[in-house]
């Protein structure tokens, strides 16, 4: 892999010095997109505005330290896997250790070797793009190309513990598409595949970006998950999404509910000031759905837990 396979690689480099900043980036400014700070703070909140794919971090700066960086970033879901290459002057085996406690992947020692420097970055990111591309194929539903039911197993918890964590509202949505069933028995699976794959971009493009994510949950069945919004917004984007999916005008002449393909949700909504545990949310927001199938179909029904 060659370094335009990783150009639209972003590399974070964080040093206090900056003469070391300015040769780092001479050197990596035509292969990646650089960002640069010059201490452990304004590192993290880079981080937090635009999560790069590497960090070349610099071990001993005034205020926070490099280790201290590299572990807050290993504690957070969300941040634990990119990878960190240090920038370290120190050669004593008790610093290596803790480097590696830390959770670095390598080391590039001062003065910098300008060879060394770029193979280790080309080589991390290589590894990182590769570790990326297959996790993103086995948390792909094969057929609509969103998450898929175990994506949402794995990503849900954490990211409900963060709303936890953080006190910010959280919303399980559960969305079926109305007699479907019908709807492949009269048009076929081929049609109905189309169909489903047609909804599923649909809905994922009504998810505000990093406040929540799609998955296929089972057969016609998709769980929307949002953070971090209030009871107001989830509800829009509930509204919109039902009516996007009707905007698309696919013909359903086995639907006793419209002319066209609609959806049907259950929204289980927990406000920053509950803990309610994420099972029970889960199964809220499943029986809500079913409220709203025995309602009629092609609407919603929301309930905020906890009130």
Known sequence: MDFLNLKSADVLVVDDQPSNIQL???????????????????????????????ILLDVTM????????????KQNPLYENIPVIF???????????????AGCVDFVRKPINHYTLINRVKAHLTLKFQSDALRKVALTDGLTGVGNRRSFDIDAPEAFEMCVDNQVPCAIIMIDLDFFKGFNDYYGHLVGDDCLKLVAETVANQVPKG??????????????????????????????????????????????CSKFVTI???????KSNRI??????????????????????????SLSMGN
């Not at 035509?30 to 304004?42: K, P, Q």
């Not at 920038?87 to 406690?101: F, M, P, S, Y």
């Open 24 to 54: 780092m980036n001479l050197l990596l400014k035509d292969h990646y997109n650089i960002f640069m700070a010059r201490s452990g703070e304004e590192a993290l909140k880079i981080v937090e505005n635009q999560v790069p794919d590497i």
């Open 62 to 73: 005034p205020g926070m330290s490099g280790l201290e960086v590299c572990r807050l970033l």
């Open 87 to 101: 920038i370290t002057a120190l050669g004593d085996t008790d610093d290596e250790i803790e480097c590696w406690k």
């Open 211 to 256: 406040r929540g994510k799609l998955a296929r949950y089972g057969g016609e069945e998709f769980v929307m998950m949002l953070t971090g919004l209030s009871e107001e917004t989830i509800e829009g984007v509930i509204k919109s999404t039902l009516q996007s999916v009707e905007d698309l005008k696919i013909p359903h002449e086995q639907s006793l």
């Open 264 to 270: 049907t949700a259950g929204c289980a909504m927990v």
């Open 276 to 301: 309610v545990p994420l099972e029970e949310v889960i199964r809220q927001a499943d029986e809500l759905l079913y409220r709203a199938k025995q309602a009629g179909r092609n609407r919603y029904i």
